[in-house]
């Protein structure tokens, strides 16, 4: 059994920072891709940033230049570093991981279970 879990959300002023973390726990051979989706009131589940197993990144253009998606590989933990953070960021923020369980299995995605980010202006 596999089990993603953010932490770091919270409510902070424009132009403030934060910082989620995601680690994932239970049976896990590899991990491959590591993301981080959001999802707003009313929109659908954007993909906000990405970075691969060997630590190569890609963001959402409306996130380039203030977010940074780094990981911890010996941690299995995923993080995203968000400064100069907007209302518009405000959504609930989700981690997603393409993992194996075993050698043998296929690839699949999990995900945890969202942290709520709210921005005020």
């Known amino acids: 059994q596999v089990q993603l879990v953010e932490s770091g959300g919270g409510l902070v002023q424009a132009g403030g920072s934060l910082r989620l973390s995601c680690a994932a726990s239970?049976?896990?051979?590899?991990?491959?891709?590591m993301k981080w989706y959001r999802q707003a009131p009313g929109k659908q589940r954007e993909l906000v940033a990405i970075?691969?197993?060997?630590?190569?990144?890609n963001y959402a253009d409306s996130v380039k230049g203030r977010f940074t998606i780094s990981r911890d590989n010996a941690k299995n933990t995923v993080y995203l570093q968000m400064n100069s953070l907007k209302p518009e960021d405000t959504a609930v923020y989700y981690c997603?991981?393409?993992?194996?369980?075993?050698?043998?299995?296929?690839?699949?995605?999990?995900w945890g279970q969202g942290t709520q980010v709210t921005v005020s202006s």
């Open positions: 997603n991981a393409d993992l194996k369980t075993t050698w043998h299995t296929h690839w699949n995605d999990y």
């Open positions: 970075v691969t197993s060997g630590g190569r990144t």
């Open positions: 239970g049976s896990i051979f590899s991990i491959n891709a």
